[in-house]
């Protein structure tokens, strides 16, 4: 267990309105990685991180933004929330291996 | 694109037997190849990885296969026990920031 905590942990909110995941680690990883899992795909990667304030775009980044102004803390925000975001978000780290650790998910239902 | 993808979307054994899942991928350029399991209601946890210069890795219970001619990875769990109920995740390792691309996942059952 990395110490890997992510809030919300559900968390129902209307179309237009934005959203804010925080996760939070307590290993001092450098990497941190935001996924989101739904139905019938694995786990997608939307934005990762490579250290305080360096991010860059995963494979489904769009309508999504993130930051990490602190080591331990990587926020995922949905701007203007739509019905397609309802998903399962993961939260992960790395300390730079090959091994990633994940955290319990938010389960974001999107109405 | 370039993708992971598994073979079997659910897989049943009977408990004591061995179990095999099977996963297919085509970026050669990927340096890792990880499996993963989730349970119910959880995040991923990692189960063993395979260096790409390696054909294959045993750790407790568990045997990677790398098969580089035909780009296929396998695991195999021998004597499956029902906690080994689940869904299982082949992924590749890429990129500088050692990116994950995850496979679509099969779920293990495993009968009493």
């Known amino acids: 267990d990395a110490g890997i905590t992510q809030s919300p942990r559900h968390k129902v909110t209307e179309t237009g309105t934005p959203v804010t995941l925080r996760c939070h680690q307590t290993?001092?990883?450098?990497?941190m990685y935001w996924y989101r899992q739904d139905p019938g795909h694995g786990l997608r990667l939307i934005h990762y991180?490579?250290?305080?304030?360096?991010?860059d775009k995963g494979e489904v980044s769009d309508g999504y933004s993130v930051s990490r102004s602190k080591t331990e803390d990587f926020l995922l925000t949905l701007e203007s929330a739509t019905s397609s975001q309802t998903s399962v978000y993961f939260c992960?780290?790395?300390?730079?291996?090959?091994?990633?650790?994940f955290g319990p998910g938010t389960r974001l239902t999107v109405t | 694109g370039e993708s992971v993808g598994l073979h079997l979307p659910t897989l049943s054994v009977q408990e004591g037997d061995n179990s095999i899942i099977n996963c297919a991928y085509s970026?050669?350029?990927?340096?890792?190849f990880i499996w993963y399991k989730q349970e119910s209601g959880k995040g991923p946890q990692f189960i063993i990885d395979?260096?790409?210069?390696?054909d294959k890795r045993q750790g407790q219970r568990v045997t990677v296969l790398l098969n580089k001619t035909v780009k296929h990875l396998s695991l195999q769990i021998a004597a499956t026990q029902p906690g080994d109920s689940a869904v299982y995740f082949c992924?590749?390792?890429?990129?500088?920031?050692?990116?994950?691309?995850f496979g679509s996942g099969t779920q293990l059952t495993v009968l009493p």
């Open positions: 992960a780290t790395s300390a730079g291996a090959h091994e990633q650790y």
């Open positions: 290993e001092n990883h450098r990497y």
């Open positions: 991180s490579y250290g305080v304030k360096d991010t």
């Open positions: 970026n050669s350029a990927s340096d890792y």
């Open positions: 395979i260096r790409s210069n390696m």
């Open positions: 992924a590749e390792l890429t990129g500088s920031a050692r990116q994950l691309t």
